[in-house]
T-cell receptor, first 115, second 113 residues
Framework: DAGVIQSPRHEVTEMGQEVTLRCKPISGHDYLFWYRQTMMRGLELLIY????????DSGMPEDRFSAKMPNASFSTLKIQPSEPRDSAVYFC?????????????FGSGTQLSVL | SQKIEQNSEALNIQEGKTATLTCNYTNYSPAYLQWYRQDPGRGPVFLLL?????KEKRKERLKVTFDTTLKQSLFHITASQPADSATYLC????????????FGKGTHLIIQP
């Protein structure tokens, strides 16, 4: 298995532009998580899906952020409009379960820079 | 408020010695605690999971302890090697069984030859 695949690897954009991050989870995993990592705040859970349905989006910072999972093999995280404070590394992870008893498999992340 | 604390200062250890990393938490009642390794430019990689009713878990040169009374987990790497240099993150659930994992900010470990 190729693992969790994220694209793009790096994204540089200007403030106000729309940004779309993509994730392909490991086949057979029912759970998909989006995390954001910064030096100040560490890894923060933004949203997670179970069987393509959003379960908890309480970590999404504001309405500018949205996430979708149209099928079991694809998810997107969209920021519109983007702001400099959104600059961070965004990780997608998948697992067979949640509740802490299943390990997470992370992608390599998308380094987002908003100028 | 809920908090997970790991040493923010880098930990320098001489090769061959045992490295011990600490994870303390407050206002959580985790049923599980996990440890991950993260290398620069990469996503975290799972290392070990320990349950609340387990005191200790081992895997090769790694050992994790979990003390729910002290609200603390210790992560040990014995016979440390320069290749063990990385950032180590602890993560826990909130015992509710339905939430994603919450991560500490990690401790940067440097093994000096």
């Amino acid at each position: 298995d190729a693992g969790v695949i994220q694209s793009p690897r790096h994204e540089v954009t200007e403030m106000g532009q729309e940004v779309t991050l993509r994730c392909k989870p490991i086949s057979g995993h029912d759970y998909l998580f989006w995390y954001r990592q910064t030096m100040m705040r560490g890894l923060e859970l933004l949203i997670y899906f179970n069987n393509n349905v959003p379960i908890d989006d309480s970590g999404m910072p504001e309405d500018r952020f949205s996430a979708k999972m149209p099928n079991a093999s694809f998810s997107t995280l969209k920021i519109q409009p983007s702001e400099p404070r959104d600059s961070a590394v965004y990780f997608c992870a998948s697992s067979s379960g949640t509740g802490g008893y299943e390990k997470l498999f992370f992608g390599s992340g998308t380094q987002l820079s908003v100028l | 408020s809920q908090k997970i604390e790991q040493n923010s200062e880098a930990l320098n250890i001489q090769e061959g010695k045992t490295a011990t990393l600490t994870c303390n938490y407050t206002n959580y009642s985790p049923a599980y605690l996990q440890w991950y390794r993260q290398d620069p430019g990469r996503g975290p990689v799972f290392l070990l999971l320990i349950r609340e009713n387990e005191k200790e878990k081992r895997k090769e040169r790694l050992k994790v302890t979990f003390d729910t009374t002290l609200k603390q987990s210790l992560f040990h790497i014995t016979a440390s090697q320069p290749a063990d240099s990385a950032t180590y993150l602890c993560a826990l659930d909130d015992g509710g069984g339905a939430d994603g994992l919450t991560f500490g900010k990690g401790t940067h470990l440097i093994i000096q030859p």
